[in-house]
Antibody, heavy 121, light 110 residues
Framework: EVQLVESGGDLVKPGGSLRLSCAASGFTFSTVWMSWVRQPPGKGLEWVGRIRSKAAGATADYAAPVKGRFTISRDDSTNTLYLQMNSLKTEDTAVYYC????????????WGQGTLVTVSS | EIALTQSPGTLSLSPGERATLSCRASQSVTSNYLAWYQQKPGQAPRLLIYAASRRASGIPDRFSGSGSGTDFTLTINRLEPEDFAMYYCQQFDNSVPTWTFGQGTKVEIK
């Protein structure tokens, strides 16, 4: 059974940093492209970014609002996905989900339960 | 960037009725890379439909997707009590490459 478990969400001040983790199990993590999607409280879904598999170069793409501030990485030896968030803004407040992607990276097939990041002074 | 507009914002229906949800794109969606998700309060989204019309694994056949180009539809036949939820469409633009979500349609009990 595919399992994705996010952790690391917390209350942080504007300008601060935070690292989220997503522990994966139940599938061959190293071969799967992974994405982060966020959802501000009471609002809709917003794609944050993706990282390709090592075989595809392990490169990442980012949504415009987070580019230059967020970094996605992966550790295939521990089946863990990361989201390093720097220079956090109040508008980054959201539940952050990690997802597996499939069908040419066109959709998110499995989702974690999410972790809440609150950016507030 | 392709924008998605979902309508209606809220759909009020009774169990057993059919729900028809619309998702319109500002430009043609590449290769019909259009997905639909269901989300219930306090839960993560669940993939229902990908590639506009293919049901994801384990999704009941009362859920169906259709459409191409800029106009897409999610149909839920014979609404079950567990189907009352928020629904989002999402497109993948591989030229950018990004995901974009619609703002959602809430299906509520009438």
């Amino acid at each position: 059974e595919v399992q994705l478990v996010e952790s690391g969400g917390d209350l942080v001040k504007p300008g601060g940093s935070l690292r989220l983790s997503c522990a994966a199990s139940g599938f061959t993590f190293s071969t799967v492209w992974m994405s982060w999607v966020r959802q501000p409280p009471g609002k809709g879904l917003e794609w944050v970014g993706r990282i390709r598999s090592k075989a595809a170069g392990a490169t990442a793409d980012y949504a415009a609002p987070v580019k230059g501030r967020f970094t996605i990485s992966r550790d295939d030896s521990t089946n863990t996905l990361y989201l390093q968030m720097n220079s956090l803004k109040t508008e980054d407040t959201a539940v952050y989900y990690c997802t597996t992607t499939f069908h040419s990276d066109s959709a998110g097939s499995n989702w974690g339960q999410g972790t809440l990041v609150t950016v507030s002074s | 960037e392709i924008a998605l507009t979902q309508s209606p914002g809220t759909l009020s229906l009774s169990p057993g009725e059919r729900a028809t949800l619309s998702c319109r794109a500002s430009q043609s969606v590449t290769s019909n890379y259009l997905a639909w998700y269901q989300q219930k309060p306090g839960q993560a989204p669940r993939l229902l439909i990908y590639a506009a019309s293919r049901r994801a694994s384990g999704i009941p056949d009362r859920f169906s997707g259709s459409g191409s180009g800029t106009d897409f539809t999610l149909t839920i036949n014979r609404l079950e009590p567990e189907d009352f939820a928020m629904y989002y469409c999402q497109q993948f633009d591989n030229s950018v490459p990004t995901w974009t979500f619609g703002q959602g349609t809430k299906v509520e009990i009438k």
